[in-house]
């Protein structure tokens, strides 16, 4: 038995830096901004790097690099990109039996258009992670201590399913869905009370209370259940968490970002690492924010996963408090 199964996506990254990429603003994008190269222009590209990510690769490395077991549930290819993931989750000390390899598919992989500023645009050809199935679940081997899922591509049956033997297994399990699960916000709902820790940020939770209410704060009291903690995160600007009747909330350190690529996963995976290693919630948020931010610190999804746990020194850079 594992103490932690990791379940969603896995792909191929490869991080293309240069400071001619422009930010542009302008009405015709979503979001007010756009990144852009003069058309028909030769781009030097002034970094190349090359990585692994997906949601579940990388909670799997949060958690293995912290001392727990893990292995990870995720579709691949019979492939270059997929044998790459596995050669990089081996390094990890992740297991890698639970993968399902396909040989007619291709592994999801992403070119991520970097500026120097450290905001960046996302190709993404899905692949392999485009669909998730029951017969993709290692059912009979899908016993931990926690299961820590991620996007399962819109399958919400699935991951019924999956909550469900959690539940008669004794297992606990936490849940950063992906939009395609959070575009059946009813269905998503009715799954809260089965689940141990709901990780979403604020558009996400948004979308799963239907609501337009802005504070984080408020809106982790709207999804709130008994015994569910539930994480809503905005970005740079922290983080709010209900649980037990309190709210907390978690201010990051200011810490400079060349790339956000993982900062999500990181914060997820290394606040539930916390509390399945029993820690108190607002330390729990101490350990998701430091290992965000020492994402963002470097290119690649994992490069910068904490490889031990904070100290009480390090504990102490982040803010936490008890707002209600």
């Excluded at 901004?33 to 949060?62: M, P, R, W, Y």
């Excluded at 699960?181 to 009370?193: F, H, Q």
């Amino acid at each position: 038995m594992f103490d932690v199964i990791t379940i969603g996506a896995a792909t191929r990254d490869v991080f293309l830096v240069s400071k001619e990429f422009q930010i542009i603003n302008s009405p015709r994008f979503a979001g007010g901004q756009g990144e852009c190269v003069a058309l028909g222009s030769k781009i030097d590209v002034d970094e190349l790097v090359f990585s692994t990510g997906g949601g579940a690769t990388n909670a799997a490395t949060t958690f293995a690099r912290l001392g727990f077991s893990s292995a990870v549930v995720a579709r691949i290819g019979n492939d270059d990109p997929g044998a790459a993931i596995v050669t990089e989750l081996k390094q990890y000390h992740v297991n890698t039996e639970l993968l399902r390899v396909l040989p007619k598919e291709n592994t999801a992989y992403s070119t991520l258009l970097t500026a120097k500023n450290g905001e960046r645009s996302v190709l993404v050809h899905r692949g392999a992670s485009s669909s998730f199935s029951a017969s993709d679940i290692p059912w009979k081997n899908l016993k931990s201590q926690w299961l820590y899922i991620t996007s399962l591509a819109g399958n919400i049956e699935l991951l019924q399913k999956i909550v469900t033997q959690a539940k008669k297994q004794g297992t606990k399990v936490a849940v950063n869905p992906g939009r395609g699960e959070l575009k059946r916000a009813v269905e998503m709902r009715e799954l809260l009370s089965s689940l141990s820790v709901l990780i979403v940020n604020l558009e996400e939770a948004q979308m799963l209370a239907e609501s337009d209410e802005k504070d984080g704060a408020k809106l982790t009291k709207l999804l709130a259940y008994p015994g569910l903690t539930v994480i809503v995160t905005n970005g740079a600007r922290g983080a709010h968490a209900h649980a037990d009747g309190k709210t907390w909330f978690a201010r990051t350190s200011g810490a400079k970002s060349v790339s956000r690529t993982g900062a999500g996963d990181a914060f997820g995976s290394g606040t539930v690492a916390a509390i399945a290693k029993g820690w108190s919630l607002d330390d729990a948020l101490r350990v998701g924010t430091l290992n965000a931010e020492s994402v963002i610190q470097k290119f690649g999804a994992k490069a910068g996963i904490l490889s031990k746990w904070p100290n009480k020194k390090q504990l102490s850079i982040i803010s936490v408090k008890q707002v209600r």
